[in-house]
């Protein structure tokens, strides 16, 4: 089936794990975003929802770090850190490792992606999960993107893996929503924790909901570091959900920097009607 | 100067209840089997949060190591802060200081309580 859906949101830490420390009225408006973004992705009745994460050293590591990476397990366990620190309760969502399987080898048709039988989710997942799923009832197929360790993919990478994850959806009889999670500029877990560049995250947030792939792959690592943070590196993530919903136009639900959740709190997602059949016959 | 190595420690012991365990019990055991300096096994076994930040630790790592010694946030952020102060700037990896306010003083400036 065509891919039902397509979005983004934060994924920091202390959006569940300091909660009780952020501005209630501006906490409880992003929580009433996520909140209608699980509506909006039950709407689409998905048979499996895909994670696009950069994930923290929870499963990957510099001895052995793929670029990209996708689960194949019928289950993963999170959150890797500890429950009280992060506002989290231990929990097993459920995959399916058929539906991964197919779904890796249609991808490896032209991004050459790693796979994990075996996956501990962190906080890039296990944040957005707690709001989007919050039973665990509906099986997640994980994909990661080395935002940490240096060397990094290209933006236009990130892209292509997007492109290949929409063509891999769209060939499959299941229904696949998608959601990528990661900051847009911050300096999480240093000294400059809760630092954000707002002019930078609008413009970046306006070439996300123009789908302007020039403008989009427009940024060089060094000059993200300088602006965004490391952090920054994890616009990928966003850049995949653009390159799954080539043709689309962008609407951001909310955008708020909230400084003790170290992140621009953001909201967004694709319209994907425009896109629907397009894809599958280029 | 073995920055990967004190990392990977840490990325082992942070994933691994066990480790935790072991190290907490016998703290120079557990580090025992990984190539690093006197200065690196000082601090992971004092432990020394700012000196870590300042080897070039990546906080994503360095963060649960603090958390699993009950540092608590502020005091986790505070302690990397004065670990530059003392040692100087970051030696190696990806960060670097850019001379933020702080959060409270941020969330003021956007009229949040
Ligand atoms: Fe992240």
Known sequence: ???????????????TGRANQADPTVRDAFYASFDQMRRDIEATKPDALVVIAAEHFANFF???????????????????????????????????????????????QTVDVSYAEEWKFD???AVPLHFLTPNFDLPIIPAN??????????????????????????????????????????????????????????????????????????????????????????????ITVSGAAAGATGTVHFYEPIPIFAVGCTVASYDLGATVGVARLI | ???????????????????????????????????????????????DIGMLFHLGVNGQILMHFAALHQIEWADYLQRMRDGIQAHGPVREGVYAMTGYEGTDVHAKSLGQE
């Open chain 1, 145 to 238: 993107i080395n935002c940490q360790g240096p060397p990094l993919s290209p933006l236009s990478r990130a892209w292509a893996f997007g492109e290949a994850l929409r063509r891999a959806a769209d060939a499959l009889p299941e229904r696949i929503a998608l959601v990528g999670t990661g900051g847009i500029s911050h300096w999480p877990a240093t000294p400059d924790s809760g630092k954000i560049n707002e002019p930078w995250d609008r413009d970046f947030l306006d070439r996300w909901c123009r789908n302007d792939r020039d403008a989009l792959l427009d940024y060089d690592d060094g000059t993200v570091y300088t602006d965004a943070g490391q952090g920054g590196f994890e616009i990928r993530t966003f």
């Open chain 2, 1 to 47: 100067m073995s920055l990967y190595y004190v990392q990977k420690f840490l990325y082992e012991l942070n994933r691994d209840e066990g480790k935790q365990q072991a190290y907490m019990a016998d703290r120079d055991a557990a580090i025992a089997s990984f190539e690093l300096t006197n200065e690196e096994r000082a601090a992971l076994t004092a432990p």
């Open chain 1, 62 to 108: 510099m001895d052995n770090m793929p670029t990209f990476a996708l689960g194949m397990a019928d289950f993963y366990d999170g959150p890797i850190e500890d429950a009280g620190w992060l506002g989290i309760d231990k929990f097993r969502a459920p995959g399916n490792r058929d539906l991964s399987e197919r779904l890796i080898k249609e991808v490896m």
């Open chain 1, 1 to 15: 089936m065509p891919l039902v859906y397509a979005g983004v949101c934060s994924h920091a830490p202390g959006i």
């Open chain 1, 123 to 125: 906080h890039g997942i």
